[in-house]
């Protein structure tokens, strides 16, 4: 009876493991996009569309979501992103912070670098809105926020790219090359697999030491790049499978409802 009983118990283990082994990976799917600027009507085309996309997670805002940075403009956005039925994450941009509006950012959002964690990956939010901004502090920050990673597929976002991917506003990017030869390094060394930035308005990809950069900054503000190079509005889902991360470029004006 007794070895019956741990025959079972063997079948059953080994059926809780071959079924662990060969389960389909946990899928998510997270959303991105940067410099809306005041544009509602885009705005609450993408919350609508956000809402109906059951496999999302969550949003990330790459900034530049105000024009002034005013106190009213950030009510006035908090109050149409109330509408969405996921969380949303924000990185602060340069029209955020100016004239004091870091600290509109401060009181009414959160700290302007953070991070977290979703099922096995680290989200680490930046801020290089200015020069000033992006500091020894915030860098030595992010050093341990990399190391600590470890062994979690890595994502970044940021206002301002570390160079642009587009090659077309090469000066439109973070100020100091010395400061993002260094972050491009990190990135490297980390394995980060993207790294989002906004505040050129458009879109444009490019991989670099195996990691892949994008800017989003089509939601909504002026747009900067020619349509054939990226200028039109969009938003990019990002989908992890297990180890396999896609990204998918979205225009919402070209979507069927």
């Known amino acids: 009876m007794l070895k019956e009983r741990l025959s079972r118990v063997r079948v059953i283990c080994s059926l809780l493991f071959l079924f662990i082994l060969f389960s389909p990976a ?8 940067g410099d809306n600027q005041g544009n509602d009507e885009l705005l609450t085309k993408l919350i609508a569309g956000w809402n109906r996309d059951k496999e999302l997670d969550f949003v990330v805002n790459l900034g530049d979501f105000t024009v002034y940075g005013k106190k009213a403009e950030y009510q ?13 994450r924000y990185v602060q941009g340069n029209h955020d912070g100016v004239a004091g509006g870091w ?3 401060e009181k009414l959002i959160g700290p302007a670098y953070y991070a977290f964690d979703h099922d096995d990956c680290r989200f680490i939010v930046l801020n ?30 940021m206002h301002k790219p570390v160079f642009d991917p587009s090659e077309i506003y090469k000066d439109y990017v973070m100020s100091g090359r010395a400061v993002t030869e260094e972050l491009t390094g990190l990135f ?3 394995k980060v697999r993207y790294v989002f930035a906004g505040h050129i308005h458009g879109y444009a990809k490019s991989e670099r030491d ?6 989003s ?4 503000g002026p747009l900067h790049l020619p349509r054939e190079l990226g200028g039109f509005y969009h938003y990019v889902k990002i989908t992890v499978n297990g180890d396999r991360v896609t990204d998918q470029v979205i225009r919402p004006y070209e979507q069927t409802e």
């Open 128 to 157: 290089n809105s200015f020069r000033e901004s992006f500091d020894r502090g915030q860098f030595n920050w992010l050093k341990s926020q990399l190391a600590a990673a470890k062994g979690k597929k890595i994502f970044v976002f």
């Open 217 to 220: 900054g089509g939601a909504g």
């Open 76 to 88: 006035a956005f908090l109050k149409k992103t109330a509408l969405l039925k996921i969380p949303i």
């Open 188 to 190: 490297s060394k980390y």
């Open 26 to 33: 946990y899928s998510f799917s997270f959303a991105v996009f």
């Open 210 to 215: 195996g990691v892949v950069y994008i800017v």
């Open 103 to 105: 600290r509109n950012f």
